[in-house]
T-cell receptor, first 109, second 115 residues
Framework: GQSLEQPSEVTAVEGAIVQINCTYQTSGFYGLSWYQQHDGGAPTFLSYNALDGLEETGRFSSFLSRSDSYGYLLLQELQMKDSASYFCAVKEGNTPLVFGKGTRLSVIA | DAGVIQSPRHEVTEMGQEVTLRCKPISGHNSLFWYRQTMMRGLELLIYFNNNVPIDDSGMPEDRFSAKMPNASFSTLKIQPSEPRDSAVYFC?????????????FGQGTRLTVV
C-alpha cells in the first residue's frame, strides 16, 4: 500500500513564497502529482513529476527526489486566490492516483 | 469540452433510501474513477473503470455500494440503502492514456447528506 504525509495547514503572507512538503512510502513508484482544490470546488491538476528535479510552471514549481521519497510544491508571489487545499498524490504502476490528506493554505494580507 | 459532468450537485436523502449519483466523463477519455472525500479520510478511491470495465473495486466500502459504466459516456454510483456515515462529497474523474495516465480531470462533485 501507499502512504503520504503532508502538513495539514500552512499560513503565508501575500506576496511571499511558501513550500508545501510531501513524503511518501510506496512500491513501484511512478510519479508524484499535485492538485489544488478551492473550497466547494473540484481538485484540479497542477503538476506531475516522474524524474528528480524541479519543474516550473509560472508561479508554481514542483520538486521531486525519488531517493528521498520526497517532493514539494513551491508557490511564489502568493496571491489571495491561492488560498486553497493542496494535495500530493502518488502514481504507483498501473494503479490510480492515491492522494494525501491535503494541506490547507491560507494566504493573509 | 464541458469537462466531467456530475449530477446532482447536492443530494439530501433519508437513511435507508437509495441514492444514485451520475457522471459523464470527458469525451475520448478511457478511464473513469469514483472518489469519496471527507474531512476525516480525505480523498478515497472507491472504484475505477478502464474502457468501461471495472478494474478495481476494493475501495468500495460495503455491498451497499455499487457502480456501473454501461458505455463510454456514462457511469453511476449507487448506494442502497444509504446511511448517515455515507455523507460525503463524491467525485467522478476521468483520464486518457489508459492505466498509465498522469492527469485526472475531476467533476464538481456531488455533496451527499444522509439524514
Amino acid at each position: 500500500g501507499q502512504s503520504l504525509e503532508q502538513p495539514s495547514e500552512v499560513t503565508a503572507v501575500e506576496g511571499a513564497i511558501v513550500q508545501i512538503n510531501c513524503t511518501y512510502q510506496t512500491s513501484g513508484f511512478y510519479g508524484l502529482s499535485w492538485y489544488q482544490q478551492h473550497d466547494g470546488g473540484a481538485p484540479t491538476f497542477l503538476s506531475y513529476n516522474a524524474l528528480d528535479g524541479l519543474e516550473e510552471t509560472g508561479r508554481f514549481s514542483s520538486f521531486l527526489s525519488r531517493s528521498d521519497s520526497y517532493g514539494y510544491l513551491l508557490l511564489q508571489e502568493l496571491q489571495m486566490k491561492d488560498s486553497a487545499s493542496y494535495f500530493c498524490a502518488v502514481k504507483e504502476g498501473n494503479t490510480p492516483l492515491v492522494f494525501g490528506k491535503g494541506t490547507r493554505l491560507s494566504v493573509i494580507a | 469540452d464541458a469537462g466531467v459532468i456530475q449530477s446532482p450537485r447536492h443530494e439530501v436523502t433519508e437513511m435507508g433510501q437509495e441514492v444514485t449519483l451520475r457522471c459523464k466523463p470527458i469525451s475520448g477519455h478511457n478511464s473513469l474513477f469514483w472518489y469519496r472525500q471527507t474531512m476525516m479520510r480525505g480523498l478515497e478511491l472507491l472504484i475505477y473503470f478502464n474502457n468501461n470495465v471495472p478494474i478495481d473495486d476494493s475501495g468500495m466500502p460495503e455491498d451497499r455500494f455499487s457502480a456501473k459504466m454501461p458505455n463510454a459516456s456514462f457511469s453511476t454510483l449507487k448506494i442502497q440503502p444509504s446511511e448517515p456515515r455515507d455523507s460525503a462529497v463524491y467525485f467522478c474523474a476521468s483520464s486518457s492514456g489508459g492505466v498509465g495516465y498522469t492527469e485526472a480531470f475531476f467533476g464538481q462533485g456531488t455533496r451527499l447528506t444522509v439524514v
